[in-house]
């Protein structure tokens, strides 16, 4: 088989060893890309969040400097404002789907894990360790983002 072809672990003619084998192969490649996706997430959601909130201190900046405060300020320096707390409260679905991952992830993990165990058995170290799987279905309620639907965990 050419090394660029991948196997189909739902083939009828493949044994069960190499199927589950090939099966847990990919399982674990999604997990790892779900890891890879969590730490690119929370990196943009740090600079994200640095970045908003520097901006919202310069815009309280300038409003010092001309001497308004913000009930009376200039309407585009107050649409800024509420545009960048608009933008930090859309932050917050960053967390949410951090905690998706991580949840998927798990799963993932768990059923990659009884696959070999039921398939390959214990080895010479002992019992194999299955991770529990997390015991809520879904840890995010939320599956959009309209305003005044936020809820904070």
Excluded: W
Excluded at 24 to 31: A, G, N, P, W
Excluded at 75 to 85: G, H, R, T
Excluded at 102 to 129: K, W, Y
Aim: net charge negative.
């Amino acid at each position: 088989m050419p090394m660029n072809e991948s196997i189909d672990p739902f083939d009828p003619g493949m044994s069960p060893l190499l199927a589950a084998a090939e099966l847990q192969d990919h399982l674990m490649t999604v997990t790892h890309d779900l890891e890879r996706l969590q730490r690119l997430l929370d990196d943009a959601g740090e600079a994200l969040s640095t970045h908003f909130y520097s901006a919202s201190s310069h815009v309280h900046g300038l409003m010092q400097q001309s001497g308004e405060h913000s009930t009376g300020a200039n309407p585009i320096l107050k649409k800024v404002i509420e545009d960048i707390a608009g933008a930090i409260t859309a932050l917050q679905f960053q967390d949410m789907a951090t905690q998706l991952i991580a949840h998927t992830s798990q799963r993932l993990r768990n059923c990659s894990d009884q696959l070999a165990r039921d398939t390959f058995g214990d080895d010479e170290d002992g019992a194999a360790v299955v991770e529990l799987a997390p015991l809520r279905p879904n840890p995010v309620t939320q599956d959009e983002m309209d305003a005044g639907s936020i809820e904070l965990f």
